[in-house]
């Protein structure tokens, strides 16, 4: 357990653990709120669900730590868990919690775009952990592609997430959640009635909010992928990391001759 802690605090500046326990703290208070609705609200069991879901979620780059060194989870920086943190807060604190979602006409639109955008610097975090993990190289054409591609997958994975959540919590509860905003009835009224594509009629409205999310990611992930090929701030040259240690010849050798 002390080398773990130390691992933590190694990892992690003090700051950031100072920024994450807010963002927990209001997660853990709108858990506890979303059991007591407020009068003329009837109580809804996927508020609480959906929040507490998205809470264990911030808890990520700490369980990476538990693994050894050898694991390119460990090379992860914490940097990712708050970037992840406060999308995490925007979309169930601001935009469950808060309803957002319905009252501001752009909230959705920014989270999507700009998570697209965060999961390639994700991806690409992620990729050179594998090879500082390693002691490797690969070209920076390579890397990005696996950034992009981690994005995409990102946004399924959420999109997943959503179907499957409204889901169990049909069976749960005996109504569907509304993870995926699908519900033009509840959408009526409010801003998120319009969405980003004119469904033409109205039963493909929940269709253009969810295929309206798709674009939003792949335009975001399209200008972090510009963004990085301009600038790989971890990258020198084509191939080799800035802080990954040159190998020695002794090194070089040695492969050269089991090779």
């Known amino acids: 357990m002390k080398n773990y802690l130390k691992r933590l605090s190694d990892g ?32 809804d069991i996927t508020d609480p669900l959906q929040v507490g879901a998205n809470f264990l979620c911030t808890f990520v780059w700490e369980i990476f730590m538990l693994f050894p060194e050898k694991s390119l989870l460990r090379h992860v920086p914490s940097s990712v868990q708050t970037f992840l943190m406060v999308g995490i807060w925007a979309g169930s604190f601001g ?20 998570g697209g955008a965060a999961c390639v610097f994700f991806g690409y ?4 952990a594998i090879l500082k993990s390693r002691k490797a190289t690969a070209p920076i054409s390579l890397v990005l592609l696996a950034s992009v591609g981690f994005s995409f997958l990102a946004a399924t994975g959420w999109e997943l997430f959503e179907f499957t959540f409204d889901q169990v919590a049909g069976v749960i509860g005996g109504y569907p959640g509304d993870a995926q905003h699908w519900s033009l ?26 295929m309206a999310d798709i674009v939003l990611n792949t335009v975001g992930a399209v200008a972090s992928y510009i ?10 040259g ?12 002794a090194e070089q050798e040695r492969e050269t001759v089991s090779v």
């Open 125 to 128: 975090e992620i990729a050179c």
């Open 227 to 236: 963004f990085l090929r301009i600038y790989p701030y971890r990258h020198k």
């Open 95 to 114: 935009g469950k919690f808060l309803n957002l979602y319905y009252d501001f006409r752009w909230w959705d639109v920014i989270l999507h775009f700009v």
């Open 12 to 43: 992690c500046p003090k700051w950031r653990f100072v920024i994450w326990w807010i963002i927990r703290a209001s997660l853990i208070f709108a858990f506890i709120k979303g059991f007591f609705p407020p009068d003329g609200k009837e109580f």
């Open 185 to 210: 009835e509840l959408a009526q009224g409010t801003p998120k009635a319009l969405t980003l594509f004119d469904p033409i009629k109205p039963e493909r409205w929940p269709l253009m909010d969810t």
């Open 238 to 249: 084509r191939f080799k990391m800035k802080d990954l240690e040159a190998k020695t010849a």
